[in-house]
């Protein structure tokens, strides 16, 4: 990965997380006594202000399954740079069969992205923003793929120290 160290060391010095269901998915195993059903939830927990994580819960229950997620996700937590409202620069990711692509977008633009990757947005705290997903539609794969993206972002500060030049250079040089 060509970003930054930019895993968030403790739960405790990001503030106030919310969380976010991307899917839920009902899981059937049949048994010599029946069908037994389980939940499988993939949750997106952020601060909207440049702290997300995501995670898988499984159980019997709906809530549980969620509050299962939500734990798994405090645990995954990423910090993503943020440059006025949207991101630094486009960035692609792949995972699996679901490829995404992200480009920053002016003021008032919006988050222009569809379902899993519009939650993982969202909770990052990003307001404009224009996104595609290409290939396979699986919100986990998405999830993931968005990640994938996220997790690659550089920071224009820590660029234009590299470089010795200003910030505005970084964008308008």
């Known amino acids: 990965m060509a ?11 990001v503030g106030e997380l919310k969380d976010r269901l991307v899917a839920i998915n009902r899981v ?3 048994t010599k006594g029946g069908r037994t059903f389980t939940f499988a939830a993939i949750v997106v927990v952020g601060n909207e202000d440049g702290v997300v ?11 549980a399954a969620i509050a299962k997620g939500v734990e798994a996700a ?3 937590l990423i910090r ?7 991101i630094p620069h486009e960035q692609s990711a792949r995972y699996s069969g679901s490829k995404v692509f992200l480009k920053p977008a002016t003021e008032g633009t ?3 992205a569809g379902g899993a990757m519009r939650a993982v947005l969202d909770s990052v705290g990003v307001t404009d923003v224009l996104a595609k997903s290409f290939g396979s ?23 234009a120290k590299v470089r010795n030049i200003s910030v505005d250079k970084v964008f308008n040089g």
């Open 74 to 76: 405090k645990k995954n």
């Open 110 to 112: 919006g988050v222009v």
């Open 3 to 13: 970003g930054m160290n930019n895993k968030v060391k403790s739960v405790s010095d």
């Open 137 to 159: 539609s699986n919100p986990h794969n998405l999830v993931k793929a968005t990640f994938m993206a996220l997790s690659e972002m550089r920071d224009p500060k820590m660029i």
């Open 80 to 86: 993503v740079p943020i440059h006025k409202g949207t």
């Open 53 to 63: 994580g995501w995670g898988l819960g499984k159980a019997g229950e709906v809530s």
């Open 28 to 30: 059937t195993k049949v």
